[in-house]
């Protein structure tokens, strides 16, 4: 068991570009979480995996967030048209159940020129 | 909807003593839990302590306790014997307890920066 990870740490890219993190959650984990970040706050939830199926989406995930768990293993958070105020660290989490420990992973952190 | 307030954007400690940090909630659930996760510099986010809302007795976790006020909604958490190691960011979350539905989607405060000084 190495934990959850994600990649990449850290991104610097310009407005308009696409991004796309991934996050391999703790392998026998079935619930899997994407927080973001801003600097000096807590992270807010956008969007949660029960296995493969998503399913919740905060009001923060706007149409140009995607996120998927194929085969309920790793997931992606894509980032389409990026904007400056998308600048922040997406965190990942993943729980063996929706009571359980979430356990989480070091984060992305994105900035957007 | 469910709020996390955690009033004190700073605090700071002498290594060795003994620091309260606070933490209110609001909601109208009654099956519920708490945590206290941290977030040391430059480092992941990890679970400190959790508190069962059906659970009277406070949890504790080596230095580590909680003082759960249910009917105040309130939720502080004491760190005895402070270390360096402590300094970090300290946040209060909230999850509602939903059975089968529950979502586990964790509701979190603003934080606390804790700086342990040696």
């Known amino acids: 068991d190495t934990g959850v990870s994600q990649n990449p740490r850290h991104k610097i890219t310009k407005r308009g570009q696409n991004v796309t993190f991934r996050c391999d959650p703790i392998?026998?984990?079935?619930?899997l979480y994407w927080y973001r970040q801003t600097l000096g706050q807590g992270p807010e939830f956008l969007t949660y995996f029960q296995n493969e199926a998503q399913l919740e989406k905060s009001r923060l995930l706007s149409d140009r967030f995607s996120a998927e768990r194929p085969k309920g293993s790793f997931s992606t958070l894509e980032i389409q048209r990026t904007e400056q105020g998308d600048s922040a660290m997406y965190l990942c989490?993943?729980?063996?159940?929706?009571?359980?420990?979430?356990?989480f992973g070091p984060g992305t952190r994105l900035l957007v020129l | 909807a469910q709020t996390v307030t955690q009033s004190q954007p700073e605090m700071s400690v002498q290594e060795a003593e003994t620091v309260t940090l606070s933490c209110t909630y609001d909601?109208?659930?009654?099956?519920?839990?708490l945590f206290w996760y941290k977030q040391p510099p430059s480092r992941q986010m990890i679970l400190v302590i959790r508190q069962e809302a059906y659970k009277q007795q406070n949890a504790t976790e080596n230095r580590f306790s909680v003082n759960f006020q249910k009917a105040a909604k309130s939720f502080s958490l004491k760190i005895s014997d402070s270390q360096l190691g402590d300094t970090a960011m300290y946040f209060c979350?909230?999850?509602?307890?939903?059975?089968?539905?529950?979502?586990?989607?964790?509701?979190f405060g603003q934080g606390t920066t804790l700086q342990v000084k040696p």
């Open positions: 392998s026998e984990h079935n619930r």
């Open positions: 989490a993943s729980s063996l159940l929706a009571a359980e420990t979430q356990y």
């Open positions: 979350a909230f999850m509602k307890e939903g059975g089968s539905s529950n979502t586990g989607k964790l509701i």
């Open positions: 909601t109208s659930e009654n099956n519920y839990y």
